[in-house]
């Protein structure tokens, strides 16, 4: 096996002994199902409601990705203002990231008086969350242009347009896509955390109610489910950068 | 009113009368200057070669050449019209050859055709024709079969080649380098030193090489002059009449050293007795 090969199955062989370990751990020392369930009861739980939690999945998973697209809208817009203008920059950063260390989970009240009960809060909560590592990285490869590039432009009557069309917005994309990996994990942390007060539908809903069924089987495989999404998600985002954006991962690919 | 018709009778391409420049207007109230009274005047088509130690103002006078920094006082001609703004007929290049990495050598070299008038306007119907300008011109600097490569499938001195040609691509009649080989190893220098003195021999534009290394300085210019720091001052100004066309060979020969050991003189010199001077000024 060649060392790519042994890098490329490592996470999984990794899972398969952790899952082992786990189910050793729990039949070795008799632990309670409705403490600490086993693999083995995660997964006949999760088959024996695999429809049900199918259903929770798919609107977990689209309202993520309803919050997530209005975070790349909003992210984008904001990071190029902040990025492109000193002074939205001096004014906007400030307070974009005193309002990033709120604890996201402390709007979901708030969001449910304002949209009620539903997929409002869910969007929006995953929105809030997930935008500032969009925002903040757009800005960040916007404002760091090279002053002798941006010399070597303005003295052929380039305006701040041309500069930011010709060089800023390609040279920030690197970073948007490594944002978007960021983000959408992010995403699915704020819908589940606002569907476990503010929803009747979703994993987190779910997740609540098995608990207080004390059907921890089928929360783990609630949390395995959610898991699973935001992972298949980051790949796919982490394919696409690479295939997008391939200049700036010159390294791995001389490999 | 009679200034209008002398300056039109002007036979200098470049042309500083006292002009001072404080970066802002509380430096200025200090009278605080990056650079002072720099009075020069340039031949066309004279190249020429500015050196000095660092921070003594040599950047600021290539942005106020260039048009990208208005003088606190005095004025500036280049070719007969007063700067007034950036200055379209320059090329610049700097130490870093900052090449865009999402695009290829000859896109690179394109680039400022999309920006500068009156390539742009017909940029995307004469593609073809400018691309194949492009590429002749890299295959004069040897870049030749590396035109479809990225930037950094190249090594250092290719990009600066690069560098250049994207500086020459809108055929300026100025060009200025801003230590443009500093970041190379002496051998790749010197290859890049003939390959500007052939671009120069070949097309006549005027030349202003910003520079720490004396040799070079002597080697490729017409006139070299010497800048001091704080002040920011030209305080020697020594024409180089080496024969040309000039290789490399004569770097060896007597006359070239005389010349770099004078103006090493004039920099060890100003270096020991700067302090004092700065502070005779800065009052």
Known sequence: MSKKQIETWAPWVLLVVFILLWQLLCTVFEVSEFVFPSPARIWTQFWEFKGIIAGHAWRTFWVTMAGFGIAIVVGVLLGFVIGSSRLAYAAVYPLMTAFNALPKAAFVPILVVWFGIGVGPAILTAFLISFFPIMVNIATGLATLEPELEDVLRVLGAKRWDVLVKVGLPRSMPYFYGSLKVAITLAFVGTTVSEMTAANEGIGYLLISAGSAMQMGLAFAGLVVVGAMAMVMYELFSAIEKHTTAWAHRGSQNA | ?283
């Open chain 2, 1 to 283: 009113m009679s200034a209008p018709i002398l300056e039109s009778a002007s036979p200098w391409f470049v042309d500083f009368q006292d002009v001072w420049l404080a970066y802002n207007d509380e430096l200025l109230k200090q009278n605080h200057f990056a650079v002072e009274a720099i009075d020069l005047q340039v031949r066309k088509g004279e190249f020429i070669a500015i050196v000095g130690p660092s921070g003594c103002g040599k950047s600021t006078f290539m942005k106020l050449t260039t048009g990208l920094k208005m003088p606190s006082k005095g004025k500036i001609l280049i070719d007969n019209e007063p700067v007034t703004g950036p200055l379209k007929i320059s090329g610049m290049a700097f130490q870093a050859p900052s090449l865009l990495p999402w695009r290829t050598t000859v896109d690179n070299v394109l680039l400022p055709l999309e920006i500068v008038e009156p390539y742009r306007s017909n940029f995307k119907a004469k593609r073809k024709e400018y691309e194949e300008r492009a590429r002749k011109l890299l295959q004069k600097v040897g870049l030749g079969g590396y035109e479809d490569k990225f930037p950094w499938q190249l090594s250092g001195g290719m990009q600066q080649r690069a560098s250049i040609c994207r500086a020459l691509i809108h055929e300026p009649k100025m060009l200025l380098l801003d230590e443009p080989f500093g970041a190379l190893d002496a051998f790749t220098r010197e290859e890049l030193w003939c390959i500007l003195r052939d671009l120069w021999t070949e097309q006549q534009f005027n030349v202003i090489l910003v520079t720490h290394d004396l040799r070079e300085s002597v080697f490729l210019a017409d006139t070299v002059y010497v800048m001091s720091k704080s002040p920011g001052r030209f305080v020697v100004k020594r024409e180089i009449d080496l024969p040309r066309p000039r290789d490399l060979e004569i770097t060896y020969t007597k006359e070239f050293t005389d010349i770099v050991h004078e103006l090493r003189g004039h920099i060890g010199a100003m270096r020991s007795s700067a302090p004092a001077a700065s502070g005779a000024i800065t009052q």
